[in-house]
């Protein structure tokens, strides 16, 4: 039986009950707290800082440096100005918090804040900011690959500008962002979208139009190749196995001839032929890593079918080649075999989640070649028929 204190309160049960379910929903709003927690681009700008939404503008450098501009608009007391410039330029030193992440995490020099005509703004230089490769800087600081919840950038601020340095143009266009000032400036709108994506990179080179862009797509897919190559590995092992075992069935029971027949007739060729061979397979790899887009490859399903009618096409002309003995099986067979590899390129560097993308994939692969290994094998059974019929 429940205690009561006599003077009409809950009894002792129901107190500690309700005691009970406060800390509970305390416990609750904490964990939520921890979970929604947000990347900005900017911590002392807009409703971060409490004021109206500002501006940051970031020069880069070609040592790869970057000056930093954050930019609120103040309404308060003249008075008073100061001190906020002072106030921000404090929070911008003495920044190290752990729970979130920064484009200016690394360490923000000569510090300084400034307030004039009705604005508060607050100046610092991030060494390193951008990576120098060649002719090139390559601005990741944006990157979210690795970051621990998957969250993007959310843009506080009402703008976003990134202006390569004298003498040099911004060489890609970030998704959600225009290219300005006549190619040296690219700008986020918080109006047009208020996160940047999880792979957002800036890289500045060489004013050369389309060059200029091959080499930035380059830099961009190598670097993130860099750090995608272990699912890239897994991503391989399992697209190029299964096509490799497909285009194998279509040689074996598209002809007469033994797999170590076929293998025979490789190593008759000479270098020649062999270069001759793989030199489109080559063109398909490089071009997939030179154009490789550098952002919105949110889906696994578009890469892990990329190129599924080249693939379905080109069994059928592979069995129809197997079936006449042709010398173009070899340079048909490698360049259906860059396919799966350009495929894995493509999962290994979309994937934020490089186990599921690894899983779609190897569930996916085996619709595409599976079948057009099938057709391959009916095409060479039916010419070949043919040809012995006549």
Not at 196 to 215: C, I
């Amino acid at each position: 039986m429940s205690e009561s204190n006599g003077d009409g309160w809950l009894p002792v049960d129901g107190r500690r009950l309700l005691v009970l379910g406060a800390l509970l929903a305390l416990l609750a709003l904490a964990g939520c707290d921890g979970t929604s927690q947000q990347y900005v681009v900017c911590d002392v700008c807009g409703e971060v800082y409490g004021d109206d939404v500002g501006t940051v503008d970031v020069q880069l450098y070609e040592n790869g440096s970057a000056r930093w501009t954050v930019s609120v608009p103040y309404d308060g007391p003249p008075a008073a100005a100061d001190g906020r410039a002072s106030s921000m330029a404090s929070e911008v030193r003495i920044y190290t918090d752990d729970d979130t992440m920064t484009p200016y995490d690394w360490r923000a020099e000569d510090v300084v804040g400034h307030a004039r005509n009705g604005t508060v703004s607050v100046t610092f230089r991030v060494d390193d900011f951008a990576t120098v490769r060649g002719r090139y800087l390559l601005v990741d600081g944006f990157d979210q690959h690795d970051a621990p919840h998957g969250l993007p950038y959310r843009l506080t601020a009402e703008r976003l500008r990134v202006t390569a340095p004298e003498g040099m143009a911004i060489a890609n266009t970030p998704r959600s962002a225009t290219v300005t000032d006549d190619g040296r400036t690219v700008v986020w709108q918080s109006e047009d979208d208020d996160t940047l994506d999880w792979q957002t990179y800036v890289v500045a080179g060489p004013a050369g139009g389309a060059l200029s862009k091959a080499g930035a797509n380059l830099h961009i897919g190598t670097y993130v190749l860099g750090w995608a190559w272990p699912t890239l590995l897994a991503d391989l092992l399992v697209s190029l196995g299964i096509a490799v075992v497909a285009l194998g069935v279509v040689l074996r029971y598209g002809s007469d001839r033994t797999l170590r027949s076929w293998l025979d007739r490789v190593r008759a060729t000479d270098t020649r032929q062999r270069l001759l061979a793989v030199l489109p397979a080559l063109g398909i790899v490089t071009w997939t890593v030179v154009t490789l887009p550098p952002t919105a490859k949110r889906s696994y399903l578009l890469p892990a079918v990329y190129g599924a009618p080249a693939v379905g096409i080109g069994c059928l002309c592979l069995g129809f080649l197997v079936a006449r003995d042709s010398r173009y099986v070899l340079p048909v067979g490698s360049t259906l075999l860059a396919v799966p590899v350009a495929a894995a390129i493509l999962n290994a560097t979309a994937a934020f989640d490089p186990g599921s993308g690894a899983h779609i994939l190897a569930m996916l692969t085996p619709v595409v070649w599976l079948p057009s290994a099938a057709v391959g094998v009916a095409v060479a059974r039916f010419v070949g028929g043919s040809d012995g019929n006549s």
